[in-house]
């Protein structure tokens, strides 16, 4: 059972195209993050939001509560974006995440 | 920009044998936790650590491991008897404060295999 789940697994996208990463949870949460995880396995947090949105450079994300699911946003993405992205919940009860699964993001030059 | 650091970077070790994963959180943070993430798969959460005592704990998180802060830097995670299955990339962060909205900041994790 995943209590995060993620799609799509794998994205491909040109230079310059807009991506949309999205997650959806299952379990009671008081935030939730976004985190990137760099080919060599490397993690770096990005996000945490436990409402509304927001922006950092070309990221974007964004969360509706009520419907758990959050997104992220890329825009004029570049092949440096290439990694995997992680949503992560934080729970209401307890100081852990639940990972999902991660996109595996590739763009081409 | 301060950094959590990991060692070593790569472990391979017996099946049997005990292993310590050692950790250096960054300096003014209280909140330790030590992640898994077996290949190919998610990233797990094993623990939590403050003030020098478990926070929280994974179902993953059995009598084989357990953490340590042996002195005022060092953060350790030791499996005692090591399985085929615990051959994954452990990571190491540390936060501040504890909370959702906390940043947590990785280190670059050890790669154990146990053969």
């Known amino acids: 059972k995943n209590e995060v789940e993620q799609s799509p697994q794998n994205l491909t996208a040109q230079e310059g195209e807009f991506i949309t990463i999205n997650c959806s949870y299952s379990v009671g949460i008081s935030a939730l993050h976004w985190l990137q995880q760099h080919p060599g396995g490397g993690i770096v947090s990005l996000f945490m939001l436990s409402s509304g949105k927001k922006k950092h450079g070309r990221l974007i994300a964004t969360i509706n509560i009520q419907e758990k699911h959050s997104s992220l946003h890329i825009t004029a993405s570049h092949p440096r974006d290439s990694a995997v992205y992680i949503c992560a919940g934080w729970t209401n009860t307890g100081n852990q995440f639940y990972f999902g699964t991660g996109t595996s993001l590739t763009v081409i030059p | 920009e301060p950094e959590v650091t990991q060692t070593p970077s790569h472990q391979v070790t017996q099946m049997g044998q005990e292993v310590i994963l050692r950790c250096v959180p960054i300096?003014?943070?209280?909140?330790f936790y030590w992640y898994r993430q077996i290949l190919g798969q998610k990233v797990e959460f094993l623990v939590s650590f403050y003030n020098n005592e478990i926070s929280e704990k994974s179902e993953i998180f059995d009598d084989q491991f357990s953490v340590e802060r042996p002195d005022g830097s060092n953060f350790t995670l030791k499996i005692r008897s090591t399985k085929l299955e615990d051959s994954a990339m452990y990571f190491c962060?540390?936060?501040?404060?504890?909370?959702?909205?906390?940043?947590?900041?990785f280190g670059p994790g050890t790669r154990l295999l146990v053969l």
């Open positions: 962060a540390s936060s501040v404060n504890r909370g959702s909205q906390e940043t947590q900041y």
């Open positions: 300096s003014n943070h209280l909140y």
